[in-house]
């Protein structure tokens, strides 16, 4: 079925809008999602209180958000109008703050935040090449070697881990 052509100006007469007005409502965010607010202090102390928590929650879900996705180290800091403190952290946070001074220091004297970067993840590396280093020397005692750099304390301890893990087998086993 075809239309009939219709004359603009007499819609325009019938419902009293012209073209720039419904263009106008069609391209108008206030249809589709949330409106813009007004950034300003708010005045009323329990919205100011209610609108705090809540952005504050998104705010923390946020930076675990993009410290998971990104795998970016992230520390977030806040202190409410009361000075109750709200952290987040993925990493020790002294360790990311230090990063960030050293970082921020060592920016005013050339060197670049890649060097900075490097050496800290040079760092980083070695203490896990050191626990690496610790667990394997853990596993081979437990399995009956290196025992002879043990002292009789070490023995000792080693053989009551032995016995509990002994003893957890025999309970799952009856």
Known sequence: MAFPYTNPSKLEQEFGEDQEEINNRNNSSSNMGRGKIEIKRIENTTN??????????????????????????????????????????NNNIKSTIERYKKAN????HTASVTEINAQYYQQESAKLRQQIQVLQNSNRHLMGESLGSLSVKELKQLENRLDRGINRIRSKKV
Do not use: H, M, P, W
Request: hydrophobic share 35%; aromatic share 10%.
């Open 105 to 108: 220091s060592d920016s005013t």
């Open 48 to 89: 100011r209180q209610v609108t705090f928590c809540k952005r504050r929650n998104g705010l923390l879900k946020k930076a675990y958000e993009l410290s998971v996705l990104c795998d970016a180290e992230v520390a977030l800091i806040v202190f409410s109008s009361r000075g109750r403190l709200y952290e987040y952290s």
